[in-house]
């Protein structure tokens, strides 16, 4: 079912094959005010990346690549190649924590992340790619040695 959504609520693609996990974000993002859409293969979210605002991708998901190809993909793409992009993944250790950031994400978000973290970095996110300074080269956020309390 097609559904209307307004220009000024922003689209989040929520890419993970943990279906209880991406349920779980994409129901508060909802509560929050955000237009989630749920992808559980890497190829199905790189073909809809540029339809959202921000996508948010585990490590290890189900599809012809791995998240962080999926990031790279999504930076090589003249369409998507400022999309704001958020690692979330139990894959928390130094080695894939780099990878990610080398693929070219914004933040590297280490699970468990209590949804009210996922959103704050996603308005974070965002917000940065409003500014007019917004071309500059981006620092990357990393957390993925620090736990939400």
Do not use: W
Request: charged share 25%.
């Amino acid at each position: 079912m097609a559904r209307h959504v307004s220009p000024d609520v922003p689209t989040v693609l929520l890419v993970d094959s943990a279906h209880d996990d991406r349920a779980m974000y994409a129901e508060y993002l909802r509560v929050q005010g955000f237009h989630a859409v749920e992808i559980g293969d890497t190829a199905d979210g790189l073909a809809l990346a540029a339809t959202a605002d921000v996508v948010v991708t585990g490590i290890r998901v189900f599809g012809p690549f791995d998240g962080v190809e999926l990031v790279r993909r999504v930076r090589e793409s003249h369409t998507t190649h400022d999309m704001p992009i958020i690692v979330l993944t139990a894959c928390a250790f130094e080695p894939d924590q780099q990878r990610a950031l080398a693929a070219g994400c914004d933040v590297f978000l280490a699970k468990p992340c209590l949804p009210d973290r996922l959103v704050s970095e996603i308005r974070g996110v965002l917000a940065r790619r409003r500014l007019p300074t917004s071309r500059s080269p981006r620092a990357p956020a990393t957390h993925g040695n620090r736990r939400a309390s």
